[in-house]
């Protein structure tokens, strides 16, 4: 008997989806409660289960397809049998159906020549199930039958468990619908194992109640010695074109690697640019140097910068904060500790500036001459390089109209600043030469708006601009 599984109610409001992937095959036995594609909407991914166990007679979407509620999705061989009759196939009864006489005959031999009595007995049993089975006629022939079906039946049965358990431990790694241990993950998640072909029972949660999460399905994979989540590409034999010559990473540059890739793969960025007329910043600047200098310190941009944004962080408290993705919540952090990008011999360093906004523009000019000095000369201790909420990147020395950082996760926004240029601005109906400082907001687009991102980088320009009221606080 023929039966159809469609596309159920998804959820609330969700009538259509795609079809990302086909779970099972042509000929698999399926049980209910099993999923047999995947489909997403622009919610959620999510699996379809099996609402009737059987064989896969006939797939009726291909990966792609746009499904809705009521649309049929697979048609199945439905399993038949009762209580002394398992999981009998219909090839099976058809074939058994079809030989009926043949068994018969065998069984005439069997019970000594009564082979005339038998063909009586088995004409009238096929009359009687056409007249809908009457029973109670020729009873003792017909449980003859039966005993000899049954024992076919158990022989049928047990070929079927052993094909049913080889079958299942062959699906157990890319499915994992009928494992030993019981899995918690996401569809999406789940299909992240599949295409990295990551088996995702060895995978040891991270989430809330060990479920397994993104995170735990690329670090998986990166330990098995591959770089999580991309397409590692062959290169070429360069010393075919000439000398070369090969040096290994050292430990910075190999953990700046793994975290920038990280963070670019995981976190959607966007990019907000600004200019700010900083003429009266470099007036300040040289007027309050010496007293810096003074204090052990060197009055730089950066050092401004750092007091500016410490402010920004208070009122846009969400660029002070991270989000998790699993929980669906975002943390917001009641301190502000600011990283401040390095450059180094030996490669990117960026220590941490703690409690930024409780220390004046000397003491962080002071803090940060320190730091960097500590950066430079390898002396960094795991402290001064944890617990950052915000980073800046001043490149303003080396030169450069603008660039794009990257944000560092778990950080949601990192503030670039390049390098500073007189240009002519028009002030009371003349052009004046001003010093214009270029700036580059990079930001988590999961947790922060393109409007709080301008909102964000106007009041920096603002606050740059005219500082006293954001640094005399």
């Not at 289960?49 to 199945?76: C, F, M, R, W």
């Not at 006489?101 to 009564?114: H, P, V």
């Not at 990117?348 to 000095?373: C, F, G, M, T, Y």
């Not at 002396?379 to 794009?404: A, H, P, R, V």
Request: charged fraction near 35%.
């Amino acid at each position: 008997m023929a039966k159809e599984i469609k596309i159920p109610q998804i959820s609330e409001s969700v009538d259509t989806a795609t079809v990302s992937e086909i779970l099972v095959s042509k000929g698999d036995k399926i049980e209910e409660g099993q999923g047999v594609i995947a489909v997403e909407t622009d919610k959620a991914s999510t699996e379809i289960p099996a609402t009737s166990a059987g064989k896969v007679k006939e797939i009726k979407v291909s990966e792609g397809d746009e499904v809705s509620v009521g649309d049929v999705i697979l048609i199945l061989e439905e399993a038949e049998g009762g209580s002394e009759e398992n999981e009998e196939s219909g090839d099976e009864k058809e074939k058994k159906e079809a030989s009926e006489e043949e068994e018969n005959g065998k069984k005439e031999e069997k019970q000594d020549k009564t082979s005339e009595e038998k063909e009586k007995k088995k004409t009238k049993d096929k009359q009687d199930k056409s007249e809908e089975k009457k029973e109670g006629e020729e009873k003792s022939a017909e449980e003859e039958d039966e005993d000899e079906s049954k024992d076919e039946s158990a022989d049928e049965d047990k070929d079927y468990e052993e094909k049913k358990s080889s079958e299942k431990s062959e699906k157990d790694k890319p499915t994992d619908k009928q494992s030993s241990k019981e899995v918690y993950a996401s569809p999406g998640v789940r299909r992240m194992a599949r295409e990295l072909g990551v088996n995702i029972q060895e995978i040891e949660g991270s989430g809330e109640s060990g479920r397994i999460t993104e995170k735990d399905v690329k670090s998986h994979k990166e330990g098995g010695g591959k770089r999580s989540g991309t397409v590692q590409l062959e290169l070429p034999d360069f010393s075919k074109w000439g000398a070369v010559e090969r040096k290994p990473l050292n430990n910075i540059k190999k953990t700046t690697a793994k975290n920038v890739l990280e963070s670019w793969q995981s976190i959607p960025h966007v990019f907000q640019f600004g200019e700010a007329d900083i003429s009266g910043i470099e007036s300040y600047m040289e007027d309050h140097k010496e007293k810096v200098e003074e204090a052990g310190g060197k009055l730089t941009l950066t050092a401004i910068l750092t007091k500016v944004v410490a402010t920004a962080l208070h009122k846009f408290p969400m660029f002070n904060a991270s989000i998790d993705i699993e929980k669906e919540e975002m943390i917001l952090k009641k301190y502000v500790n600011i990283n401040i990008a390095v450059a180094t011999d030996e490669g990117l360093l960026v220590p941490v500036i703690k409690n930024a906004d409780q220390k004046s523009i000397k003491d962080l000019s002071v803090e940060i001459s320190e730091i960097a000095q500590k950066a430079r000369d390898q002396k960094l201790s795991n402290e001064d390089m944890e617990g950052g909420n915000f980073s800046i990147s001043n490149l303003g020395g080396i030169g450069g109209t603008n660039f794009t950082p990257i944000v560092y996760h778990p950080q949601v926004a990192i503030l670039g600043v390049s390098r500073a240029g007189i240009k002519p601005v028009y002030i009371d109906d003349n052009f004046e030469p001003r010093s214009i400082l270029p700036l580059s907001l990079s930001y988590d687009h999961r947790l922060i708006d393109g409007a709080d991102g301008a909102s964000f980088m106007n009041w920096m320009v603002k606050a740059l601009e005219d500082p006293y009221e954001a640094l005399l606080g």
